[in-house]
């Protein structure tokens, strides 16, 4: 399944395919989810250049200022294509009223650059939303699966601190692919305020410094967001970006940021806390033993 969020388009054209010659140039970036991601090229990407919209359920990158247009998102967002909007700003407050109302209706998502989150008309935009929030994590490592344990444990405090309403759904999934260890774990839980939390592990070998902290539709709507920083709200945690936009310094920012949660300090944390992080992570071990996956 492709994931929309907050990534940075290719260094090279080495991984872009299904270039179409003598069309005019319209970019359309597929995020190819079958490929592993490389830190050194950001993510892998399926190019499409043509004049014909793919239609297909997919996350289209608008990465082109000129394509940036109105009657074009539309026709996306009605063929069930997820957003990723480069030039945000290119869009009116009413435009943007209006795609989400239509993203909301077709059950799609609109996300922007994670350098963008700042901005006044990002700022209106996650306002507006009226999407479920959702905060989401992507996760990969070669160390053992004690470590992965130890990470999944991490970011369940994370989520029970930003959102202390009641867990009314949860979905596990996990499995092998090339050890007899476990080498993936996904986790989903719905919150009774609407909040989604979506959290993806990974122990592949050929992942490796694959860390990225992905916000969607928002993402962390109990943080605050400004030009330089993140704030997580309820653990009065601030996390500071440099102010070069670069996207080798954003990418390595944000790849800090995960390693900077991932080591937190969680000795606030009360006993009732803590016993509800527990609880929380033993019916995760549970579905995953039901499904013969063992964390």
Known sequence: MLKPGIILPPKSTKHLIGKLPDKKK??????????KWDAGEHAHFSLYESDVIPLISDVLFVLDPEFCHFEYLTFAIRNSCHLFIETIDKLTI????????????????????????????????????????????????????????????????????????????????????????????????????????????SNLASAESSRLLVFRNGGLMDANFTANHLELVPENRTFSFSGSDTDELLFQQVNNL??????????????????????????????????????
């Open 26 to 35: 319209l970019h359309w970036y597929i995020f190819d989810n079958h490929q």
């Open 94 to 201: 009413t435009q943007q009223e209006q795609l989400i109302e239509l993203a909301h209706e077709a059950g799609t998502q609109i996300v922007v650059r994670a350098d963008q989150l700042h901005l006044p008309l990002t700022k209106q935009l996650f306002q507006l939303n009226q999407f479920p929030r959702m905060i989401k994590s992507e996760y990969a490592s070669t160390r053992p699966n004690e470590d992965l344990f130890t990470h999944i444990r991490c970011f369940v405090r994370i989520i029970l601190k930003l959102n202390p309403t009641e867990i009314t759904e949860m979905a596990v999934a996990g499995g092998n692919f090339l050890s007899k260890s476990t080498d993936f774990v996904d986790i989903h839980l719905d919150f009774a305020d609407g909040m989604v939390a979506s959290m993806n592990f």
């Open 258 to 295: 995960l390693v900077s949660i991932d080591n937190m300090d969680f000795s606030t944390h009360s006993l009732e806390e803590e016993k509800e992080v527990v609880f929380l992570l033993d019916r995760i071990k549970e579905q995953l033993r039901l499904k013969s996956v063992s964390i």
